[in-house]
Nanobody
Framework: QLQLVESGGGLVQPGGSLRLSCAVS????????IAWFRQAPGKEREGLSC????????DYLGSVKGRFTMSRDSAKNTVYLQMNSLKPEDTAVYYC???????????????????WGQGTQVTVSS
């Protein structure tokens, strides 16, 4: 049974940085496309970044490209989301998700993923 556990959220001032982690257990993450999503109160879940199986392809939401960087450490079975230049509108619960059905690609739609972590809160405020 694949499990995803996010960590690293918290309160940060505008312009600050955070690095989120998504620890994967139960199977090596290389067999999965992994994505980061966020959901703010009253809004739909939004795809931020994704990486395909074996890391061959990546994609980013336009509004976070250049500020957010996704990476994976296969040895630690962990995926990261480095977030820089944070803005108040980045405040949300952040989730990682996995899919083993995506071959050679990843997608930013939540419908593409069937395994989810519990989420970690990120609050950007002065």
């Amino acid at each position: 049974q694949l499990q995803l556990v996010e960590s690293g959220g918290g309160l940060v001032q505008p312009g600050g940085s955070l690095r989120l982690s998504c620890a994967v257990s139960g199977r090596t993450l290389d067999y999965y496309a992994i994505a980061w999503f966020r959901q703010a109160p009253g809004k739909e879940r939004e795809g931020l970044s994704c990486i395909s199986k074996w890391g061959g392809a990546t994609d980013y939401l336009g509004s976070v490209k250049g500020r957010f960087t996704m990476s994976r450490d296969s040895a630690k079975n962990t995926v990261y989301l480095q977030m820089n230049s944070l803005k108040p509108e980045d405040t949300a619960v952040y989730y990682c998700a996995a899919a083993d059905s995506l071959i050679g690609i990843c997608v930013l739609s939540p419908r593409g993923y069937d395994k989810w972590g519990q989420g970690t809160q990120v609050t950007v405020s002065s």
